[in-house]
Each structure stands twice: as C-alpha cells, then as structure tokens.
C-alpha cells in the first residue's frame, strides 16, 4: 500500500521500518517538530523523522492539524501535502497530535492506530508504564480504526504480551515496538477480511501522561507499589529521594528494588540496613530493597558500589 505515517518516537520508529521492510511505500511521514535535547538543548528531529531522512522519505512537521486550531497556516500547508500524497491508509503510532475528523477521513482506507495496550484498558498518553505501575500480568498491542474520539475506535486486530516481574518501562517498550511492527503488517495484510469490534463499555481506564511530579518517592506507600513505580519510571522521569549529606541535600535516584513483606519497626523512610544485598528502607507497610541508585551526576551503581562511595547507616533517614 501507498501510506502515511504518522509518529515521534522510537516505538513508531520501529513500526515504521517494519512496514518498509514488508513492501510497503511510506509517501509521507508526519511528525512532531524538532525539540532541544541534551546538555546542549540543541535542536533534535525526532527517531521517525531521522529514519524518514536517511531513506529519503518526504517529511512534514506541522504544529497543528486544526484548520481552526491555533496554527492555521501549518494545518493548511498539511492538508495540501496529505491530500498530494495519494495514500490508501495513514497508519499512526504515538504522533502527539490528535487527528482531526478531515484527516480521519482523507484516506480510502482510513486511519489505523498502533496502540500499546489491550484495549479498552489504558487508552492515553503512557499505557506502558501505567501496565507496570497497576501491576498488570499481560498487556499488548491493539491495532485499531482512528475515530475522533481518543483510543475509542473500532478494534481490528490484538496481540498479547506478558509482563514479567522485573520488567521495566525500558524493557517492556522494546518488546512492545516490536510487536507493534509485527502487528500492523499482519493488520494490513488482511484489512478488507479484519472485523472491526467496537471496544467493550467495561474496563475502560485512562493512562495518564507521566509527570515529573510523581518522581517523588513517598515512603508510607506500600513496598510493593513502589517497587513496581520505580520499574515503571524507569526510564523516565526516575524515582527519587532527598538524602542528607556533610556538603547539604541531594537527589538520589532509584532504579531497581524488590519489596519484602517484613513489617518494619522504624519510621517509613528510615534505613534498616545497607550492605551489598541492598539498602533495605521501612515503607508504609513492608521494606523496600534498593538494589540500584544513582547519585547527581554520577552512574547507575549495584548496591554494592554505591555504597562504597555513598556509605549509608541504619537509623539514617532518607526523606525531606
């Protein structure tokens, strides 16, 4: 098929070179426009776009697709470019923009999502870390017909993933991206025979993009809730907790934890024990292990290591 596709990030990414290695021509590719990124803030085009430009693919970065909206002139130069792209089908995969209902309509086959959950269960922003953070066993890729509604439309086609105890948001992505890809050329070879199945009215939930607030780690969670947030948020935006030090306060961040179900008899946030098995600290209810922690500036450290350079002590507090 002649499409165009629509994305920002590595999951899209690799979508998108699935469909090209599967025969299909990409005539167009939409994508978020270039943001500032690491130490420098230097402008950076997104991985879609990257890999649009190296197989000389056209590209176009409106900031809107409202021909209402704020940025009317993006979305009419848009129209021009989608309507001269003479696509069968627009696939999107994590874009950014909401569609609106002319472009829902403009491809003869129309507009087919690649979507990182099983839904109706955890339509939005970031269905994988909020799986993990729920403590969910299975997720999975949905593909589905785009209707104007956000993750309501019609399902054509799933595909179940596990997920595992130890799973990251990281980990859990790439397997994800993966099947994405898997998922989309199977869904596109058999389009005209799939069944479109309107979502179920029960189990809807909504995942919520993640915000730098919830970095915070508040201690009188349960141990096992924060073990799954911390896998959650790894690899963004990183739990975090202040620790008291002779030079004043730092952050540190937390990146791998188990929880036990020993009940502590200190105050939540106090350290039971530091050795190189883990830094065990008194939760709300149970303790958790901390097995991997970064200091500012410094590398993701095993317990071990870390607490050559960073010495912590039973009775020590790590809270504000």
């Not at 499409?3 to 899209?12: D, M, Q, W």
């Not at 426009?33 to 879609?48: I, W």
């Not at 915070?216 to 790894?234: H, K, P, T």
Request: glycine share 8%; with cysteine; charged share 20%.
């Amino acid at each position: 098929m002649r499409l165009i596709f629509a994305g920002t990030p590595e999951f899209a990414q690799v979508a998108m070179a699935a469909l090209h290695a599967a025969g299909h021509e990409i005539v167009l590719v939409l994508t978020q426009p270039d943001r500032p990124a690491g130490r420098g803030m230097k402008l950076q085009p997104s991985p879609v776009k990257q890999w649009a430009l190296e197989h000389e693919v056209p590209v176009s970065q409106p900031r809107s697709l409202r021909l209402d909206g704020k940025y009317p002139d993006d979305a009419a130069a848009a129209c021009d470019t989608l309507l001269a792209a003479h696509a069968d089908a627009m696939v999107v995969a994590a874009y950014g923009l909401i569609l609106p209902q002319w472009v829902l309509d403009l491809p003869p086959k129309g507009c087919l999502n690649i979507h990182a959950s099983l839904l109706p269960r955890w339509r939005g922003a970031a269905p994988i870390h909020r799986a993990i953070e729920a403590g969910d066993t299975q997720t999975g890729i949905t593909i589905m017909q785009m209707d104007a509604g956000l993750d309501t439309g019609d399902m054509l086609l799933v595909l179940t993933c596990p997920i595992a105890q130890d799973d990251t948001t990281a980990v859990l992505h790439d397997r994800l991206a993966a099947l994405g890809g898997q998922a989309i050329v199977e869904a596109l070879v058999a389009l005209d025979r799939l069944p479109r199945q309107p979502q179920p009215t029960e189990g809807v939930n909504y995942a919520h993009k993640i915000d730098k607030a919830e970095a915070a780690l508040d201690w009188g969670l349960n141990a096992e809730v924060l073990a799954r947030r911390i896998r959650a948020f790894d690899p963004f935006p990183g739990m975090t907790v202040p620790l008291t030090t002779a030079s004043g306060v730092e952050t540190l961040k937390l990146w791998q934890a188990v929880s036990e179900v020993t009940e502590p008899s200190l105050q939540a946030g106090t350290v039971l024990s530091a050795d190189a098995s883990g830094v065990r600290v008194a939760c709300g209810q149970g303790v958790l292990c901390l097995t991997q922690l970064q200091r500012p500036g410094g590398k993701r450290l095993g317990a071990a290591d870390f607490l050559r350079g960073c010495p912590l002590q039973s009775g020590q507090r790590l809270a504000a």
